[in-house]
């Protein structure tokens, strides 16, 4: 079992309800104020050299690399860091993959105190365990942290434990190529509370899951519904950050997709219907100019609607540093399903794709809108474009540490 924590918070809040009205006046103002108080006392921040490891005694069987599906088995060990308002990050730990003892009453159940993060482990040519660009993972934790007053931490700090944790299970990375360790770090609130307001604990976790290639034998490419009659995100909310809460409301409308014959919903946004990600992708459009015929490579801007994708990222900077120089325009502006359309039925769209760190890219063939489709640029024998292919193709290299690149992390 982990150490327990509520009864911390409990002791915390019996202490609060016996206080008096003025002392609990004094605790409340110190909690939300950004001016430094009487005491000097700091609560720590997350210390990697404090780690203490408690191997398995009962090693799960390896899975047939085959056979694996997407989040569905998982490693011997969890890494878990607790946090409580008054001493900050406690000592971290690596101990075997267990459940979790969490009072109903748990703020994460009610007000949905938590968010998460996607990346992966890799196995390079030597053996060695990778990391791809886990400092942008980092970054984005901590501001979707931030956005609902759950402590934030070390990125370094954080990283080197994850590497660390990564190494520890490098058993369930298969050796074959596009195989690699999905890694789920975890926050979550956990005061026992019904009252609406910072939580006074935290429980940050890291899990890790073998997965397999996205796609096993080849690219194949999607057909996409645009989604106008539910919103995924709006101006001034969270659409930016990775919580759990931005996913389950988006469920339904894949549902309602996958029932007319759809592989996943293309966001579109107000009324003049701009295109925003599809599914829990980021989106990218290759097309042409209609006045110049200049190439361009268009994905959606950081307005706050969007989620900063590592693999977005990385995909505008290889475009930056490989395809401008062959006279590619890079943008990151706003574009409409009508500029699609256009685009489409004049020739010049030539291909879509998402991007996402389990698939890198994938590819569109089609999108249905106003009840017609629209043709994304494949010919009928193609399943990705040369753009989503080269991208994969590159990305890859850095991952597996094929090419020698500061975005890889050797663990």
């Known amino acids: 079992m982990l150490r327990p924590i509520l009864p911390r918070c409990g002791r915390a809040l019996r202490a609060s309800a016996s206080a008096p009205a003025t002392a609990i006046a004094k605790r409340s103002s110190r909690w939300y104020s950004i001016q430094p108080t009487a005491s000097t006392a700091k609560p720590l921040d997350i210390d990697a050299t404090k780690l203490e490891i408690q191997e398995t005694t009962k090693p799960k069987d390896l899975h047939d690399p085959s056979t694996l ?73 901590n501001k979707s942290a931030a956005r609902i007053a759950l402590p934030t931490f070390s990125s370094t700090a954080l990283t080197d434990l994850i590497a660390r944790y990564a190494s520890l299970e490098q058993r369930f990375i298969p050796k074959e190529r596009g195989y690699s360790l999905y890694l789920r770090p975890t926050l979550i609130g956990t005061q026992a509370t019904l009252g609406v307001g910072p939580p006074g604990s ?140 256009e685009a489409s039925s004049e020739g010049r769209l030539l291909e879509v794709f998402g991007a996402g760190t389990a698939a890198i890219v994938s590819p569109v063939r089609t999108i249905s809108w106003r009840g017609k489709p629209v043709d994304c640029g494949l010919k009928e024998h193609e399943e990705s474009g040369e753009v989503a292919a080269l991208m994969k193709k590159w990305i890859e290299a850095r991952q597996y540490g094929d090419e020698e690149h500061e975005w890889s992390y050797v663990c």
């Not at 469920?251 to 029932?259: F, G, I, K, M, N």
């Open 69 to 141: 599906i997407f989040g569905r088995n998982f490693t011997d060990h969890m890494l878990t860091i607790e946090w409580t308002q008054t001493t900050g990050w406690l000592a971290p730990r690596i101990q075997p993959y267990q459940n979790l003892s969490l009072d109903p009453a748990t703020c994460v159940f009610h007000y949905g105190f938590e968010c998460f993060e996607g990346m992966k482990a890799y196995r390079d040519a030597g053996g060695r365990v990778r990391l791809f660009r886990p400092d942008k993972n980092m970054s984005r934790f």
């Open 202 to 341: 935290a429980l940050l976790f890291v899990i890790a899951s073998p997965v397999g290639p996205y796609y096993p034998t080849g690219f194949k490419a999607i057909a996409l519904e645009a989604t106008d009659y539910a919103v995924r995100a709006w101006p001034g909310g969270v659409g930016d950050k990775k919580l759990g809460a931005n996913y389950a409301p988006c469920v339904l409308p894949q549902l309602e997709a996958a029932s007319r014959g759809f592989q996943q919903n293309l966001w579109l946004f107000g009324p003049e219907q701009y295109v925003t990600e599809v599914g829990t992708m980021n989106l990218f459009v290759a097309l042409r100019d209609a006045q110049s015929g200049q190439k361009e490579l268009v994905t959606a801007p950081l307005d706050g609607t969007i989620l900063e994708g590592v693999t977005r990222d990385s995909i505008l900077a290889l475009a930056r540093e490989k395809l401008a120089p062959e006279g590619w325009k890079i943008s990151e502006r706003k574009i409409t399903m009508q500029d699609l359309a």
